[in-house]
């Protein structure tokens, strides 16, 4: 792996490359499934997740024609809590 400097006008900038290629910069990258940015808040990462939870909790409701609390509590901890729960 080299490892150039390379000088802007203002600021001074890592260029990474291996073998040849280089590697860009990016201000947010998704992990095993976990969404990092350059900032390391977790904003975005969470909105995500629970926007997910969400459709999937309305689409049991939607789906399932039973209102038995025991048949609706099964549903959303097999189907929406592993979303939830997922690296915490």
Known sequence: MNTQWRISDDVADIQYTIE????FC???VRDFGVHHVC???YDKHISLITHNAHKRAALILKC???RDQQTLK???CTYVRPLLEFAT
């Open 39 to 41: 900032r390391l808040k």
């Open 64 to 66: 399932f024609h039973t």
């Open 74 to 76: 099964l549903a959303f």
């Open 20 to 23: 040849g290629s280089t590697l």
């Open 26 to 28: 990016v201000d947010q």
